[in-house]
């Protein structure tokens, strides 16, 4: 559906409407993700004027598929690096994570879209995997960070 023609409701100029390609930083919230980064290509509709967006039908889910994929690429990613970083197999970094070694697995593979917060996680840990080997190991004492630890 073309919408170039097509007048915008929010600032009212005629012939507002044109296809941008949105592929960066997603600014929407998408199921628990407050935003993401869009890796692939994404053309919507956007008022040339003031920003406003226009849907077509078919575009939210073509927004979700964009989104879903970015998001499990990452994930994947941030896997590849935490496993080269630490030196750690797939199999420790799960055991480490308290994931099964079958969904870390389908997560490195794209098969399946991490929570948000597993996510944030994996993002945190491609960051500085010195937290993977020293603090998520599982003889680790936690004792020895002084923190409140109630009985």
């Known amino acids: 559906m073309d919408l170039s023609k097509k007048g915008c409701g929010e600032c009212g100029t005629k012939d507002a409407f044109s296809l941008k390609n949105v592929k960066g930083h997603w600014k929407h919230p998408w199921k628990d993700f407050p935003g993401v980064f869009l890796m692939v290509d994404l053309n919507l509709w956007e008022c040339k004027v003031c920003g406003a967006s226009a849907g077509t039908p078919g575009d939210a889910e073509r927004i979700d598929a964009a989104v879903e994929e970015s ?5 994947s990613q941030f896997l590849d690096v935490i496993k080269s970083k630490s030196g750690l197999s797939f199999d420790e970094i799960g055991a480490r994570l308290g994931t099964a070694p079958s969904y870390l697995s389908s997560l490195r593979t794209m098969k399946k879209t991490p929570s948000f917060h597993l ?9 500085d995997p010195k937290v993977m080997i020293e603090r998520l190991d599982p003889d680790y004492d936690i004792s020895a960070e002084n923190l409140l630890l109630r009985a």
């Open 71 to 75: 998001i499990r690429a990452q994930a």
């Open 119 to 127: 996510w944030n996680i994996l993002k945190l840990l491609a960051i």
